[in-house]
């Protein structure tokens, strides 16, 4: 028997349906190894040695491949055909190395780029090695992803605080986010003016001709800047005579655009599907691994995770075939069309996305498909059949027009174009969003040069000009592989990354920097400049396809950057507090300090008069404040400074909402450094609750408030413990909480409104998951009752890594030990180590207590400030 290693279960059910009894397929459910989150995973000054962790359901199943393996006759590696499918396969490999059960067992490793029968057969028909300079290239993306995120994301933290992170790929994307926000807020509106004549032929057919000259002089766009220059054109048009002076109509063609990429299909499957970067790739995926279609399990479309244009030669044949079929042989053209990428360091390793089997079209599979997948496909189906077919054949016409009144002279131009033959627009339609120099085309009358037309009506539109549109995810990952920022398979990730980091929002598909956004991409700009510098970060992930391609060793790369980048943030270590305040009031003074109407200085305190605004740093982030505190305590939180006309969230002062129907006290909204909130009664005792998120000023009422001010709301007794089920507004959102455990809830509404039944089944959910708080993690393993005082002895998965738990013992498992193969034996050792080190509490020890508690948590903090660095991808 061969043993097959997969990915996913999915890709692995299906090829199971292609192999034979003399194969075993299973699935690594990706990757099975990571860098812990923690110093030290990659050290420098052990020329870059990597540490790696398994988490516990890794661990089981990487203790099911083990157990196969030692039946097995030959181990294939067949994950996805990417750098990171090789990589998985190189991690699986290393894990059985040192469980020592591969032996002198045979390995092979295959790639297939569609998972169709004949695919995978022909694949494992020819094996290879595992490629090393792809595994290479693997570990210097990870190691210089760990290495910047684990360096510079404490610099953040401690010049910075509120700040989350700050990573090699996800910095760059989100300072193109902001830049463009800048760009933005710098915009100065113009008016301008655009005049047209509405004109007919002879034979009364009625056309448009926009002005383009006045009085022997060309017209810009933005030349017409008055009310009265327009008005002085109108008149002497209204009373002129206009006459064809040339008619010219030019034969075009418009070529096909090659199959989808990675990043073209999120682009196309934003603007015509409304489908997020996520959305996409996860649609594309189930297309990818396999679909049911009448009994056959197939997959629909290739690898999903390519920035590659071309097509195999089979399937060149297969969508000839189809077109002739669909379209007519009118719509085949005589050979085969080659494409060419034009992308930043794109490497074309994988072909382009395409139909595995062009016969299956969009309406033939469309029962077996959910809406999603239906509409995914069809756009696959359409652009790579279009890629393959005849160009369009389109007939332009110009017609150059010339208005005569007296001495005063104008030139107009109708432009307008008829497609002649459809070629491949018969499949896929060019969408404006994909190809922004396509305008709607107009179809002119008959125009004879020379024929005097008649005026119907001129027309004089104001226009002003427009900043240029924020990012949505479609465009600003175009922009990123224009520039040669990331990969096909990290463009959804770091998206995501942004928004859950709060750094960027979308709003009607639109990306929208936040406030913490561009406070961090600020600091970066003037502190970290040459690390979120696009070219910077372009060279280097060209020195990463280099590793790839074996022309670079990838510990030279890393000494190269490690050098230049730990030196310089050392540097910046010992810059001070107020010296990061006075780049940043600069940098973003306009978001800061916005202009006032009245044109007075932006900075001036609105409470006290005299003293000056200023960015400040507290616990939880940046926010404005008085240059005069304490006598001043004017502050309003970064970002969320209104128009400018008041310093106070759009707050001119408290606002009194009402009385507490008990206590009689005052409810008043007022404005902080952190925000909007509602406030019950003055001085220490009186009670406050912030706004939820969402929740705007001007929409809170006197109910609102006291139902915020209620929190947390008893829900009810849980029928099972007979204890109270509460819901309340945390710093993480809207929760439930019963016995000491958490449960997140979906809105701040379901807070006021959930029931207790609702809240039942909500928490008994996330207790099955593993819940939030003090829940007990679930048993990986049972070894048995303790010898001497009985009591279950199991090993469980804690937050910082497996351990044996007996009663109230906790004991950590060695570094390097798989959790599910620890025995009896070796668990009372640890636990009879625990408790003698104190891990159970013992009588005398009673005085002491909180010495040891305090030392305790002390130390749990400096755990946690260290986990919380975030990797970036």
Same mark, same amino acid.
Request: with cysteine; charged share 30%; hydrophobic share 35%.
């Given at each position: 028997?061969?043993?097959?290693?997969?990915?996913?279960?999915?890709?692995?059910?299906?090829?199971?349906?292609?192999?034979?009894?003399?194969?075993?397929?299973?699935?690594?459910?990706?990757?099975?190894?990571?860098?812990?989150?923690?110093?030290?995973?990659?050290?420098?000054?052990?020329?870059?040695?990597?540490?790696?962790?398994?988490?516990?359901?890794?661990?089981?199943?990487?203790?099911?491949?083990?157990?196969?393996?030692?039946?097995?006759?030959?181990?294939?590696?067949?994950?996805?055909?990417?750098?990171?499918?090789?990589?998985?396969?190189?991690?699986?490999?290393?894990?059985?190395?040192?469980?020592?059960?591969?032996?002198?067992?045979?390995?092979?490793?295959?790639?297939?780029?569609?998972?169709?029968?004949?695919?995978?057969?022909?694949?494992?028909?020819?094996?290879?090695?595992?490629?090393?300079?792809?595994?290479?290239?693997?570990?210097?993306?990870?190691?210089?992803?760990?290495?910047?995120?684990?360096?510079?994301?404490?610099?953040?933290?401690?010049?910075?605080?509120?700040?989350?992170?700050?990573?090699?790929?996800?910095?760059?994307?989100?300072?193109?986010?902001?830049?463009?926000?800048?760009?933005?807020?710098?915009?100065?509106?113009?008016?301008?003016?655009?005049?047209?004549?509405?004109?007919?032929?002879?034979?009364?057919?009625?056309?448009?001709?926009?002005?383009?000259?006045?009085?022997?002089?060309?017209?810009?766009?933005?030349?017409?800047?008055?009310?009265?220059?327009?008005?002085?054109?109108?008149?002497?048009?209204?009373?002129?005579?206009?006459?064809?002076?040339?008619?010219?109509?030019?034969?075009?063609?418009?070529?096909?655009?090659?199959?989808?990429?990675?990043?073209?299909?999120?682009?196309?499957?934003?603007?015509?599907?409304?489908?997020?970067?996520?959305?996409?790739?996860?649609?594309?995926?189930?297309?990818?691994?396999?679909?049911?279609?009448?009994?056959?399990?197939?997959?629909?479309?290739?690898?999903?995770?390519?920035?590659?244009?071309?097509?195999?030669?089979?399937?060149?044949?297969?969508?000839?075939?189809?077109?002739?079929?669909?379209?007519?042989?009118?719509?085949?053209?005589?050979?085969?069309?080659?494409?060419?990428?034009?992308?930043?360091?794109?490497?074309?390793?994988?072909?382009?996305?395409?139909?595995?089997?062009?016969?299956?079209?969009?309406?033939?599979?469309?029962?077996?498909?959910?809406?999603?997948?239906?509409?995914?496909?069809?756009?696959?189906?359409?652009?790579?059949?279009?890629?393959?077919?005849?160009?369009?054949?389109?007939?332009?016409?110009?017609?150059?027009?010339?208005?005569?009144?007296?001495?005063?002279?104008?030139?107009?131009?109708?432009?307008?174009?008829?497609?002649?033959?459809?070629?491949?627009?018969?499949?896929?339609?060019?969408?404006?969003?994909?190809?922004?120099?396509?305008?709607?085309?107009?179809?002119?009358?008959?125009?004879?040069?020379?024929?005097?037309?008649?005026?119907?009506?001129?027309?004089?539109?104001?226009?002003?000009?427009?900043?240029?549109?924020?990012?949505?995810?479609?465009?600003?990952?175009?922009?990123?592989?224009?520039?040669?920022?990331?990969?096909?398979?990290?463009?959804?990730?770091?998206?995501?990354?942004?928004?859950?980091?709060?750094?960027?929002?979308?709003?009607?598909?639109?990306?929208?920097?936040?406030?913490?956004?561009?406070?961090?991409?600020?600091?970066?700009?003037?502190?970290?400049?040459?690390?979120?510098?696009?070219?910077?970060?372009?060279?280097?992930?060209?020195?990463?396809?280099?590793?790839?391609?074996?022309?670079?060793?990838?510990?030279?790369?890393?000494?190269?950057?490690?050098?230049?980048?730990?030196?310089?943030?050392?540097?910046?270590?010992?810059?001070?507090?107020?010296?990061?305040?006075?780049?940043?009031?600069?940098?973003?003074?306009?978001?800061?300090?916005?202009?006032?109407?009245?044109?007075?200085?932006?900075?001036?305190?609105?409470?006290?008069?005299?003293?000056?605004?200023?960015?400040?740093?507290?616990?939880?982030?940046?926010?404005?404040?008085?240059?005069?505190?304490?006598?001043?305590?004017?502050?309003?939180?970064?970002?969320?400074?209104?128009?400018?006309?008041?310093?106070?969230?759009?707050?001119?002062?408290?606002?009194?909402?009402?009385?507490?129907?008990?206590?009689?006290?005052?409810?008043?909204?007022?404005?902080?450094?952190?925000?909007?909130?509602?406030?019950?009664?003055?001085?220490?005792?009186?009670?406050?609750?912030?706004?939820?998120?969402?929740?705007?000023?001007?929409?809170?009422?006197?109910?609102?408030?006291?139902?915020?001010?209620?929190?947390?709301?008893?829900? =009810?007794? %849980? @029928?099972?413990? *007979?204890?109270? &089920?509460?819901?309340?507004? #945390? $710093? /993480? +959102? !809207?929760?439930?909480?019963?016995?000491?455990?958490?449960?997140?809830?979906?809105?701040?509404?379901?807070?006021?409104?959930?029931?207790?039944?609702?809240?039942?089944?909500?928490?008994?959910?996330?207790?099955?998951?593993?819940?939030?708080?003090?829940?007990?993690?679930?048993?990986?393993?049972?070894? =048995?009752? %303790? @010898?001497?005082? *009985?009591?279950? &002895?199991?090993?469980?998965? #804690? $937050? /910082? +890594? !497996?351990?044996?738990?007996?009663?109230?013992?906790?004991?950590?498992?060695?570094?390097?030990?798989?959790?599910?193969?620890?025995?009896?034996?070796?668990?009372?050792?640890?636990?009879?180590?625990?408790?003698?080190?104190?891990?159970?509490?013992?009588?005398?020890?009673?005085?002491?207590?909180?010495?040891?508690?305090?030392?305790t948590a002390k130390k749990t903090t400096g755990a946690k400030k260290k986990t919380a660095a975030r990797k970036e991808e």
């Open positions: 028997m061969d043993l097959v290693i997969v990915e996913s279960p999915a890709k692995a059910k299906t090829i199971n349906k292609y192999l034979g009894s003399n194969y075993k397929v299973l699935a690594s459910f990706g990757h099975v190894r990571d860098l812990p989150p923690k110093d030290g995973s990659v050290r420098p000054d052990e020329d870059f040695a990597m540490s790696w962790s398994v988490d516990s359901p890794s661990s089981k199943r990487l203790s099911d491949i083990a157990k196969a393996v030692k039946d097995a006759d030959t181990l294939i590696l067949a994950t996805d055909p990417d750098r990171e499918g090789e990589a998985i396969s190189w991690h699986v490999l290393e894990v059985l190395r040192q469980k020592k059960v591969l032996k002198d067992k045979p390995v092979q490793r295959v790639v297939f780029n569609a998972i169709t029968k004949k695919a995978v057969l022909d694949a494992l028909a020819h094996p290879r090695e595992l490629d090393a300079p792809l595994v290479d290239a693997y570990l210097a993306r990870r190691a210089l992803d760990y290495l910047v995120g684990f360096t510079l994301s404490p610099v953040l933290w401690r010049k910075l605080p509120g700040a989350r992170s700050a990573g090699r790929v996800q910095s760059v994307a989100l300072r193109l986010v902001c830049d463009r926000e800048a760009e933005i807020e710098r915009f100065i509106r113009e008016d301008y003016w655009q005049i047209a004549a509405k004109l007919s032929t002879p034979r009364q057919e009625s056309f448009e001709a926009r002005l383009t000259t006045i009085d022997g002089k060309k017209l810009q766009k933005l030349d017409i800047k008055s009310q009265e220059q327009a008005d002085d054109i109108t008149a002497m048009l209204e009373g002129a005579s206009f006459r064809a002076v040339s008619v010219e109509a030019k034969p075009t063609r418009r070529n096909p655009a090659p199959p989808f990429t990675t990043s073209t299909l999120q682009q196309a499957a934003s603007s015509r599907l409304g489908f997020g970067a996520s959305r996409t790739m996860q649609v594309a995926q189930r297309l990818y691994e396999g679909i049911d279609i009448g009994g056959e399990t197939a997959g629909l479309i290739t690898y999903m995770r390519t920035d590659g244009v071309q097509m195999a030669p089979e399937a060149l044949d297969q969508a000839r075939k189809a077109i002739g079929a669909e379209f007519g042989e009118r719509y085949l053209p005589e050979k085969p069309r080659f494409y060419s990428v034009k992308a930043k360091n794109a490497q074309e390793a994988h072909e382009a996305i395409r139909p595995t089997d062009f016969s299956r079209t969009p309406d033939q599979v469309r029962r077996y498909l959910d809406a999603d997948q239906a509409r995914l496909y069809e756009i696959i189906w359409k652009r790579a059949i279009a890629s393959q077919m005849q160009p369009a054949e389109i007939e332009r016409t110009t017609v150059e027009i010339v208005a005569e009144n007296g001495a005063r002279n104008a030139g107009l131009r109708a432009v307008g174009s008829v497609i002649r033959f459809e070629g491949f627009l018969a499949a896929y339609a060019i969408d404006k969003d994909e190809n922004a120099e396509d305008e709607e085309s107009r179809r002119l009358p008959e125009i004879h040069e020379g024929e005097m037309q008649t005026r119907e009506k001129i027309d004089a539109t104001k226009h002003t000009t427009e900043p240029p549109p924020r990012y949505s995810e479609a465009s600003l990952i175009k922009k990123m592989e224009e520039l040669g920022i990331g990969r096909p398979s990290t463009y959804a990730a770091t998206l995501k990354t942004l928004e859950d980091r709060d750094y960027v929002t979308i709003e009607k598909r639109k990306l929208m920097p936040q406030a913490k956004g561009r406070l961090v991409t600020a600091f970066l700009e003037n502190f970290f400049e040459r690390y979120v510098e696009y070219d910077f970060t372009a060279d280097l992930e060209e020195k990463l396809d280099k590793i790839s391609d074996g022309q670079l060793s990838w510990k030279e790369v890393l000494r190269d950057f490690w050098q230049d980048f730990s030196g310089h943030v050392d540097e910046i270590k010992e810059l001070r507090v107020t010296n990061v305040l006075d780049a940043l009031n600069e940098e973003l003074a306009p978001l800061a300090f916005p202009a006032k109407e009245d044109g007075s200085d932006p900075r001036a305190c609105p409470r006290c008069g005299s003293g000056q605004l200023s960015l400040k740093l507290g616990r939880h982030g940046a926010f404005v404040g008085c240059s005069n505190y304490p006598e001043c305590g004017f502050t309003r939180q970064f970002g969320e400074a209104g128009n400018g006309e008041n310093g106070e969230n759009g707050l001119d002062g408290d606002k009194v909402l009402g009385k507490d129907p008990h206590t009689e006290e005052e409810i008043t909204l007022r404005s902080g450094r952190f925000g909007p909130y509602i406030q019950r009664g003055e001085g220490k005792e009186a009670k406050r609750a912030g706004l939820p998120k969402g929740w705007a000023p001007e929409s809170i009422d006197i109910e609102k408030a006291l139902a915020l001010l209620s929190l947390p709301r008893d829900v =009810g007794q %849980h @029928p099972e413990s *007979g204890k109270m &089920i509460s819901a309340g507004i #945390g $710093r /993480y +959102g !809207p929760f439930l909480l019963h016995d000491g455990a958490y449960a997140n809830l979906e809105s701040v509404e379901d807070v006021f409104s959930i029931g207790l039944n609702r809240a039942v089944t909500v928490i008994a959910e996330k207790q099955a998951k593993g819940g939030r708080g003090r829940s007990t993690p679930t048993a990986l393993k049972e070894l =048995g009752d %303790h @010898p001497d005082g *009985g009591g279950k &002895i199991t090993v469980r998965d #804690g $937050r /910082y +890594g !497996p351990y044996v738990n007996h009663g109230k013992v906790n004991a950590t498992l060695p570094k390097g030990k798989d959790p599910m193969d620890v025995t009896l034996e070796e668990a009372l050792e640890l636990i009879a180590a625990k408790a003698s080190k104190g891990g159970k509490k013992k009588p005398a020890a009673k005085k002491k207590a909180p010495a040891k508690k305090a030392t």
